[in-house]
């Protein structure tokens, strides 16, 4: 990885950077590499969209066959699947995948021009939703249908900096308390700026083989992808899903047994042959604080309403029974859009070789990232060891 924060600089110099430091912990040169995907940026002008052979170009042409991936927030794990199955079709032995962003200061914004048949550009447009706003109409959905309170969503802030304040790569470091939550400015009620992730610059990289060309080169127990999930969602949607700005009619057709967010787990865990009893620890997508406690949920960790008890018990605190973002999450890194589902791998990767330091989850042996991008990008990867 390269370290998340506001650098001024180039993604291309952040991805390249995260690029050869996975190089160098595979021990390959890069010649030896036969496929780059990359995780593209929209921000990032022309290169951006061809992250790809953008950041082929940068490590030098040497004939690798190249891919560009652009899924929103779920661009990394996009990238990671595509490059899954060339190895797995035998297109390639060894991939890598990149994913970097130089983010724009404060909260995102849509793309300029008029688009009347963009979702994305009609709610900031029309509803004048930007992120945080989708955000807090999540965190007070909770708080009526469960009664969960602004001291749980705090909670989650504290506990995600704890384990930040353990992670080199992580932009914030500095541990926080629920009085300094409750006393940072409101954003979008009832959330504050410390229960929102911010926007940073930031990449991450991954080196992936297949089996026999691990084993080949003496790798014997390698971390293994056992699961790519990107579901979309199912008709009908009955729960407002930002960008769109209206939900699906039931009259007709029954509600889907499982929502777009549970199903992107599921999906997971059938591809991988595992359930959430299974899982050592879960890097999930926390946009919010509130979002945590609802991953918490959608991965199967407990039932609808129960993850601020979760929470409470300290079950997915480092040191808990089921650890969630050991990392830190976005409320320490902030989003770096293409490279965040490939950071939340490469943690598990760390977790589960033994490497991850202070915040090392003992004996970690399965891992599941949970993720979504906008338009029904749904994502979430399995790991084991």
């Known amino acids: 990885?390269?370290?998340?924060?506001?650098?001024?600089?180039?993604?291309?110099?952040?991805g390249t950077k995260a690029a050869r430091v996975a190089l160098a912990d595979a021990g390959l040169d890069w010649r030896a590499v036969?496929?780059?995907?990359?995780?593209?940026?929209?921000?990032?002008?022309?290169?951006?969209?061809?992250?790809?052979?953008?950041?082929?170009?940068?490590?030098?042409?040497?004939?690798?066959?190249?891919?560009?991936v652009y899924a929103a927030c779920a661009s990394g794990a996009q990238a990671i699947g595509t490059a899954r199955a060339q190895i797995l079709s035998g297109q390639a032995d060894v991939a890598l995948v990149v994913g970097a962003d130089a983010a724009p200061k404060g909260f995102f914004a849509p793309a300029g021009g008029d688009r009347p048949d963009d979702p994305d550009w009609l709610r900031f447009r029309v509803l004048g939703a930007t992120n945080p706003a989708y955000f807090g109409l999540y965190a007070?959905?909770?708080?009526?249908?469960?009664?969960?309170?602004?001291?749980?969503?705090?909670?989650?802030?504290?506990?995600?900096?704890?384990?930040?304040?353990?992670?080199p790569y992580a932009r914030y470091r500095t541990p926080v308390t629920a009085q300094e939550v409750a006393a940072s400015a409101v954003v979008a009620d009832p959330l504050r700026l410390l229960d929102i992730c911010a926007t940073s610059d930031g990449a991450a990289a991954l080196v992936l083989t297949s089996m026999d060309f691990a084993r080949r080169h003496g790798v014997a127990d390698p971390v293994r992808i056992r699961a790519v999930?990107?579901?979309?969602?199912?008709?009908?949607?009955?729960?407002?899903?930002?960008?769109d700005i209206a939900t699906d009619s039931a009259a007709a057709v029954p509600e889907p047994a499982t929502g777009f967010r549970a199903s992107i787990a599921r999906t997971a865990y059938?591809?991988?042959g595992i359930g959430p009893e299974d899982?050592?620890?879960?890097?999930?997508?926390?946009?919010?604080?509130?979002?945590?406690?609802?991953w918490y949920e959608d991965l199967g960790l407990c039932g609808a309403g129960a993850g601020a008890g979760l929470l409470r018990d300290g079950v997915t605190a480092l040191g808990g029974r089921l650890p969630v973002n050991a990392s830190g999450g976005l409320s320490s890194f902030g989003e770096a859009v293409p490279a965040q589902a490939i950071a939340q791998v490469c943690e598990l990767t760390w977790q589960l070789r033994g490497q991850a330091g202070g915040r090392q989850v003992p004996g970690a042996r399965v891992g599941m990232t949970a993720n979504q991008g906008l338009f029904g990008h749904g994502s979430a990867v399995v790991a084991v060891r």
Do not use: C, I
Request: proline share 5%; charged share 20%.
């Open 1 to 14: 990885m390269h370290p998340w924060g506001k650098w001024g600089r180039s993604f291309v110099e952040y």
């Open 34 to 68: 036969q496929s780059v995907v990359g995780a593209d940026t929209v921000r990032g002008g022309y290169p951006g969209y061809v992250a790809g052979a953008t950041f082929a170009k940068a490590l030098g042409w040497q004939g690798a066959r190249v891919t560009s």
């Open 140 to 167: 007070r959905r909770r708080m009526a249908l469960y009664g969960d309170t602004a001291d749980d969503f705090a909670q989650v802030k504290v506990k995600n900096a704890a384990a930040g304040a353990a992670n």
């Open 229 to 243: 999930s990107t579901a979309t969602p199912q008709y009908p949607r009955t729960v407002l899903d930002l960008p």
């Open 270 to 272: 059938e591809e991988a």
């Open 279 to 294: 899982l050592s620890l879960a890097e999930v997508y926390d946009l919010s604080t509130a979002l945590e406690l609802e």
